[in-house]
């Protein structure tokens, strides 16, 4: 039987960690980052969020040395708990990220619908975009890894070169950029900012699915790392740079820019727009450049991590037989690569039929929270269960590291769901419901796929 192939460098993962990040919906989250902290201050909560995910990664690094498997985090809760608990919450985990996909590929699809009038429908954006990333990962993870590689640095160099022309030009705009608490209500608005942008991290842990892929196992948990560190850069930069060139509320769409357009899907457009100034058909030019290179780079490295995923657990015989494909030229899981892709399709046509795309932030935020909080439960209940076991990395500091993590991470999802506004509320539901499916798939349907 045909095996994946072990090629990929502590770049290349650090790369698809970073990858699903670097997307349009990030941008969304970072202005409502902002948008929660007096002044030019959400900066200090990317940060802070950045160093709570640093501790999380170590978990998650101890426990990929431990099981170095496609599998990734299903496994870790299986051992440390049980399967009628692993699958449910790690497949809910992976659906809610390739639902979120759909979100990305609608605000994709308005971008350049938006940008070029008169042109394609919105539909033909988004088969497109789903097609170029499911076309790279399908002939081979070489391509899609160099690729990933490619649109990363690209990402990186634009993001910050802009954020940092955007602070030349405009200042701090606040006179209150150092201290997120000022103000009332400063102190809860701080934390659910943090928590909201554990949402600018999301997926640097998916690289753990590519464990079997990997020349050497130790550049997980060096990737994950390497990808917390790129995405911190890029969007605290970013949000103090958002913050000091356009209105708070034209970047949220609660007014209309000069042009009469609400930019609250696309905030990047109008950012672009004015650091450009008078060079405008530039700028549209720069902002249709990074709407696409964003989008395919989110693209990518979620079909490239849990296509892995999905191909485990059906050679584990938790899902249909099929996803477990290996193409013999290429070495790739390619009917799961299909299968994610019209997944993601699927759910950016019910997003376009329903609204409500800014759920999924909150939606995916949540899944992320949770499955860190599982991991370092794992390690916990791991240390105890399997005392002898190997483990190439440990976590520092343990066991308060680990302590700390489950308890902060817990605190910051019930923090992330209290606020009752219709999207966040919307969020909830929609994560809930991924998990009742996936409960009634395990109740179900596992039972009949393990009898075959």
Not at 228 to 253: E, F, K, Q
Not at 318 to 332: A, Q, V
Not at 410 to 428: C, N, R, W
Request: aromatic share 14%; hydrophobic share 55%; proline share 3%.
């Amino acid at each position: 039987m045909a095996e994946l192939k072990r090629v990929l460098t502590a770049r290349s993962v650090a790369a698809a960690g970073a990858g699903f990040a670097f997307a349009m919906m990030s941008i969304v989250a970072d202005v409502q980052v902002a948008d929660l902290v007096p002044g030019n201050t959400g900066w200090i909560a990317v940060i802070a969020a950045a160093v709570f995910c640093i501790l999380a990664s170590w978990c998650f690094g101890e426990l990929s040395g431990m099981f170095p498997t496609s599998a990734g985090v299903r496994v870790y809760i299986q051992q440390a708990f049980n399967e009628k608990m692993a699958i449910p919450l790690s497949a809910a985990y992976i659906f809610t990220v390739v639902a979120a996909s759909g979100a990305e590929a609608y605000v994709f699809g308005s971008v350049f619908v938006a940008l070029i009038p008169g042109g394609p429908s919105i539909w033909f954006y988004v088969i497109l975009g789903f097609a170029i990333a499911g076309a790279l990962n399908y002939f081979g993870v070489e391509i899609a890894s160099g690729v990933q590689n490619m649109l990363a640095i690209i990402m990186f160099l634009f993001l910050v070169i802009v954020s940092l022309v955007a602070l030349y030009q405009f200042g701090t705009r606040f006179e209150n950029w150092y201290n997120p608490f000022a103000g009332e209500g400063g102190g809860e608005g701080f934390a659910t900012a943090v928590a909201l942008s554990v949402f600018l991290y999301a997926g640097f842990e998916w690289v753990t699915a590519l464990s079997e892929e990997t020349k050497q196992q130790d550049v997980i948990s060096r990737g994950m790392i390497g990808s917390i560190l790129i995405l911190c850069i890029v969007y605290a930069l970013l949000n103090a740079a958002l913050v000091s060139a356009v209105p708070r509320d034209v970047l949220t769409g609660r007014e209309a820019w000069t042009d009469g357009l609400l930019y609250g899907a696309r905030p990047h457009v109008v950012f672009i727009k004015i650091v450009f100034g008078p060079y405008e058909t530039l700028g549209l030019i720069g902002a249709g450049l990074l709407s696409f290179l964003a989008s395919m780079t989110s693209f990518n490295a979620g079909i490239l991590t849990t296509s892995r995923f999905l191909y485990a657990m059906s050679r584990d015989k938790t899902m249909p037989r099929y996803l477990s494909k290996i193409h013999m030229e290429y070495f790739t899981p390619h009917a799961a690569i299909i299968t994610l892709c019209v997944v993601a399709l699927v759910s950016a046509i019910l997003l376009t039929m329903l609204g409500g795309f800014d759920s999924f932030t909150y939606a995916v935020a949540g899944a992320e929270i949770m499955m860190y909080v599982l991991a370092a439960l794992s390690v916990i209940k791991l240390r105890r269960k399997m005392k002898s076991r190997e483990r190439p990395f440990r976590v520092p500091l343990y066991p308060l590291t680990a302590i700390f993590s489950a308890i902060f991470f817990s605190l910051l999802f019930v923090l992330v769901f209290a606020d009752q506004k219709i999207e966040v509320q919307t969020g909830f539901a929609i994560l809930i419901s991924i998990i009742a499916v996936m409960v009634l798939h395990t109740v179900f349907i596992i039972p009949r796929l393990k009898k075959k």
